[in-house]
Every structure is written in structure tokens, then in C-alpha cells.
């Protein structure tokens, strides 16, 4: 990446996350755009360009054109784009950036779904294919599946399922436990391995109720300056050295390998490259998605632990784990 051209962050905010339900979509994304503007001391005409991030808001909102609502908000006529998610918003916000068309951009994202808590379950399908929508698969259900692959897969029985069972369990635990020390989370309070377990055989799935992310409303935002300008906001900025991004397919059965994302694996090598760094010098990892299953798959697919085994270190690791 040329120097002086890498994409920096200089200022964040964002609302606590949870049920909003008396705060309409345009409050919550105010409150996280003055939160990180007010960080910076930064300006509305000081920006030149705003990449938001959402998935449900058409639906649970009736929120079709984002950037013209993001427009109002801001009193602002910039160049504005809409993603389906975060992650995206910020790699094209990075990609304008180095390419010198920007020099200081808002990132922002924000969901609003428990403003339709009695269709949010079909809602969810949107980010399944066509055929498992109409065979009446949900999201879970796949997660499900792709557990039942990864068992299948290597052999794993006996004694090692009760493991893997538990390791599962202390992701769930060591989330919950990190929660405690974020005044931004949705639940602040610690779980047991145990309930856990307890849920699964309540539910009578293989995986429960603290298996899976909560239905939640909030936003976020930042502001993403070039090299040059950075200085002139923070004297604490944060270098994005590399990124990446690639794309699998929808359909979680036409997929080559059911107990991995190809895409996650072709990202991070990217990524690496791009930083000109290995995998090992990286300190500090934070893994998100929907699921327990998914953040221990996730440890295999960026190359942190071998291919059927991150269950063994989660296990391990996580005996007397006290939280960061």
C-alpha cells in the first residue's frame, strides 16, 4: 500500500445495542455519527463522501432509498452509498481512500429489527437462497447443519463430541463474559457452560438459545481519513494496513465444502498479503458471526488452527479462561 494513501480511522461512536423500539432508525445513526464526529472534532462539511451499511432497514423500517434518508440527516448533498453490510461499506469507503478520490469519508451501519418482532423470523430468511426459504429452512437450521457436517466430516465421536459440545459452550461463555466490560453491549451479564448445555436440551437441538446472536437494534459509525489528513483530527490514529474481501455462493448446498467459507479463507490470505505481514504476527483476533459453530470455523478458515482441531484448542484455552 503507497504511503500516505492508506485509509486511517480517527474517530468511532456508536449506541448501546438492544431493543430501541422508542427510537426511530435516523435517532440511532445520529446519535453514533455525533459520538464520533465529536471524537475528532469533525464537521458535516468537513465530509466528502458516506458509505451506510444495512440489511433489514427497507423491510422493518420502509426505508427503500438509505442514501437520500442519510442525505436529510445530514443536510448534506456528498456522493453517498448503501451496502448490506459493515464490512462492505468500509472496504469500498478504504478503496476510495487509496485511490485519492477522498480525504475524509463517514462509515456508518445500523439495523433496527425488533421493530417487527412477529415477522423478523421470515424476514431472516432473506439471507438464505430461494430453496431453502421454500422448504422452510432457517438460518439456525443451516448452522445446524454445517455442525453436523463438520462432526461427520472428521469423525468426531464418543468422549471428543461431549468436547466439542462444551467448546462450543465456552464460546458462548467467553462472549458473554467480554460483554460485561462493553457499556455498548446488548446483554451485560456472565452465563455458565452449563446453561448452555441446558438450553441445547431444552430446545432439543444441537444448538440452543446462547448459540446464536440476539435480534438487535443499534448503529455505528467512523470516520476514515487519508494518511495525510489523519493528523489534523487525532494524534491516536488507527492504520488499516490491509483488507480484503471475496464471495461464496448463496446456496449453503451447492457449496464444495459444507464445513468451511472458501470466501473467509481467500480474504485472509488477501488481506496478509496486501499488509505484507504473516498470520502470526497478528496479536489480537476478534471473530464475529452468527453463530458459536461459525466462530470456531471461522479460527480454521483464517489459518489460526488446523483444519477439524479448533474445537481442541477452544477446549483447551477456554478450562480457566478469566476474559481479557
Known sequence: MVMGNRPVIVAVGRTKFGEHYEKEPEKLIEEAWLKASQEAGIERRDLEACYLSDYFLPITNKLGLEEGFLSELTELHVPMEVTRSFSSALMNACNAIQAGKYNVVLVGGIEKMTDRWDKIRDDLMLLEDPWSYYAGCTPEANHELMLRAYIKKYGINGENLEKLNIALAQISVKNHLHATKNEYA???????????????????KPLGLYDYAPISDGASALILTSEDWAEKFTDMPIYILGSSSATDYLTFPARQDLTHFLASEIAIKKALKVAGISLWDIQI????????????????????????????????????????
Do not use: H, P
Open 186 to 204: 446488548q446483554y451485560q451479564r456472565k452465563i455458565t457452560v452449563e446453561q448452555v448445555l441446558n438450553a441445547r436440551k431444552e430446545a432439543r
Open 285 to 324: 483476533v476478534e471473530l464475529y458471526d452468527q453463530s458459536t459453530v461459525k466462530e470456531m470455523i471461522s479460527l480454521e478458515d483464517l489459518g489460526f488452527c488446523e483444519r477439524g482441531k479448533a474445537w481442541q484448542s477452544i477446549y483447551q484455552s477456554c478450562q480457566d479462561y478469566k476474559g481479557y
